[in-house]
């Protein structure tokens, strides 16, 4: 059974600090992504890795960084926190092989105050 | 602008009826198509996919129905049931690794 772990479930951070997120998979997944889902917009991809030390921007990349020493850990960082990056954030991996199917961690609900 | 759309954001149905989730997309080069369930607290899980060069597929009780020409997806589920009740999303891929997801159909199925 495919297990997605993602670092904390709820995040209350202050304007400007460095926020790191942490994804965690267990099936040797070679692709992982990083989405955020906000109410009326659904999920959308800030970056997503298909191996390790590699990383492409998906469509909401400004502002976030992200890290893949290890192929089970896919880190998402927020250089300096703005309100505007309060959301849900959302950890998925999926195999090369499959053509779509991803597995989802349960989320980190970050808050920027 | 968005690339996948669900304009309903909301669906009530009756246990043991047909319900019908539908989506829209504008990107003719997308080559995969998935629908995923999300429980309140957890995160998404796939339900069903299909390939832009097929315009059905079915497992049990869902079949997606993907209609190129309208660049219109839909997915039924016959008969509903009250375990079925979650927010729905569709999503459809782009170059192998990019996803874009609609924002989601809540669905309750009244017992």
């Known amino acids: 059974d495919v297990k997605v772990t993602q670092s904390s479930r709820y995040l209350v951070k202050r304007t400007g600090e460095k926020v790191f997120l942490e994804c965690v998979q267990d099936?040797?997944?070679?692709?992982m992504f990083w989405y955020r889902q906000d109410p009326g917009l659904g999920l959308r991809l800030i970056y997503f890795?298909?191996?390790?030390?590699?990383?492409e921007k998906g469509d909401i990349p400004e502002g976030y960084s992200v890290s893949r020493e290890k192929k089970e850990r896919f880190s998402l960082i927020l250089e300096s926190a703005s309100t505007n990056q309060t959301s849900m954030y959302l950890c998925?991996?999926?195999?090369?092989?499959?053509?779509?199917?991803?597995?989802f961690g349960p989320g980190t609900r970050l808050t920027v105050t | 602008d968005q690339q996948v759309k669900q304009n309903s954001p909301s669906l009530s149905v009756q246990e043991g009826r047909i319900s019908i989730l539908n989506c829209d997309y504008t990107?003719?080069?997308?080559?995969?198509f998935l629908w995923y369930k999300k429980y309140p607290a957890e995160g998404p899980t796939f339900l069903i996919s299909?390939?832009?060069?097929?315009d059905k597929n079915e497992d049990g009780r869902f079949t997606v129905f993907l209609n190129k020409s309208a660049k219109h997806l839909s997915l039924h589920i016959v008969p509903s049931q009250p375990g079925d009740s979650a927010v729905y999303f569709c999503?459809?891929?782009?170059?192998?690794?990019?996803?874009?997801f609609g924002s989601g159909t809540k669905l309750n199925v009244k017992p």
């Open positions: 998925a991996s999926r195999d090369g092989t499959s053509p779509g199917e991803q597995y």
């Open positions: 099936m040797d997944h070679e692709n």
């Open positions: 890795s298909y191996d390790v030390k590699m990383k």
């Open positions: 990107n003719s080069m997308f080559d995969y």
């Open positions: 299909i390939s832009s060069i097929k």
């Open positions: 999503a459809a891929r782009y170059n192998f690794n990019k996803f874009y």
